[in-house]
């Protein structure tokens, strides 16, 4: 699906569908992406999604009934079915779907039951892929929208292509709309997706070193005085996760003691050590957990998530300071563009 509306460059159809402003989707990060931000980002006008991954029926409760009241603007939960027990992923799903919730964003394996579960409940699915095969069988098993994530994404990463490549390829095999992820923190990289025929963005570690966010504000610092170089993709991260599950994250003493060996690690040879806390549970070393506002311990050992697009955030500001930025630049660009042509014409 391609174009935008004449009079508005960033008013894209994906916006007429998900009823957001601009084109910008807020990751539906687990632990990170809960109501205060997925609310700042919805009522700014991109698109709030809540990361509601392989968490318990309460806390999904709590979340959304939150963000039902601090915004009337459409919003989705995000849930990794792949990565969640199947009894608690069906007490995840009823309890949105009795909730009022209208969108789910899925990531990892595609699981048709999953998607039809919802579809047939009349929700919307955006589903995020890492191949085209993957967004072929999204597709075939009802999403309405792709999300193409790139390599350069930070968090979990399922492919290995860059974000532009993979859109382009999925776009040329589907009237679907296309988000691109992965590396994206201005407007130059919501112009340049525009631009290539994708319908919006998704971003992550843009939103994460916000006010707003719910990461540790270590995790925030790091995301803000990091590079694009100071990323690492490994899967020593992988407790609670598949094997092979690779994570981007910000070096740290963990990934320092790798000596570049990022790859190939098996989660039954990593020691199961507590290395931090978040009230009575406890986090551990080589975990997918990333501390969080109550993370206490030695959160500098824990999964920094980040991508590329790091080295593109200067400072931690308010959410909504961000996405207009976003919008600012990404509207100068496609206008000036636009005026080019025109000219170019006459």
């Not at 849930?79 to 309890?95: F, G, K, M, S, W």
């Not at 490994?234 to 609670?240: A, G, K």
């Not at 506002?293 to 980040?306: F, H, I, K």
Request: aromatic letters at 4%; a negative charge; hydrophobic letters at 45%.
């Amino acid at each position: 699906m391609t174009g935008q509306h004449s009079n508005e460059p960033l008013r894209t159809p994906l916006c007429d569908l998900l009823g957001c402003e601009v084109p910008i989707l807020l990751a539906g990060m687990g632990g990170v992406s809960r109501w205060e931000l997925a609310a700042a980002v919805a009522n700014a006008g991109g698109y709030g999604m809540l990361g509601m991954v392989r968490e318990p029926t309460d806390l999904i409760t709590r979340e959304v009934t939150a963000m039902q009241a601090a915004t009337d603007r459409p919003f989705a939960v995000n849930i990794i079915p792949a990565a969640t027990e199947p009894q608690l992923l069906e007490a995840q799903i009823a309890c949105c779907l009795d909730l009022g919730v209208t969108a789910f964003c899925f990531f990892w394996d595609v699981m048709p039951d999953v998607v039809a579960r919802v579809k047939n409940a009349g929700c919307l699915v955006l589903h995020q892929v890492g191949s085209v095969e993957a967004a072929r069988l999204a597709e075939k098993a009802g999403a309405d929208v792709i999300i193409a994530q790139g390599i350069e994404a930070g968090g979990h990463v399922h492919g290995r292509s860059p974000a532009f490549g993979l859109a382009e390829r999925i776009l040329a095999g589907t009237n679907l709309p296309v988000v691109v992820s992965g590396g994206i923190a201005t407007g130059e990289g919501l112009a340049a997706a525009l631009a290539i025929g994708a319908t919006g963005v998704q971003c992550g570690t843009a939103f994460l070193a916000t006010e707003e966010s719910f990461a540790h504000p270590y995790h925030k610092s790091r995301v803000a005085d990091a590079t694009s170089e100071d990323t690492v993709l490994t899967d020593v991260f992988v407790l609670n996760w598949p094997k092979g599950a690779a994570v981007r994250v910000i070096g740290n003493s963990v990934t320092e003691r790798l000596k570049g060996n990022y790859l190939g690690h098996v989660p039954d040879s990593l020691p199961r050590e507590t290395i931090a806390h978040d009230g009575d549970q406890p986090r551990l070393r080589f975990s997918t957990d990333s501390p969080l506002r109550t993370t206490t311990g030695d959160v500098e050992a824990m999964a920094l998530y980040a991508g590329q697009g790091a080295g593109k955030i200067p400072d931690i500001v308010p959410a909504a300071a961000r996405l207009n930025a976003m919008v600012a630049q990404a509207r100068r660009i496609l206008e000036g563009t636009a005026c080019t042509r025109a000219k170019a014409m006459t």
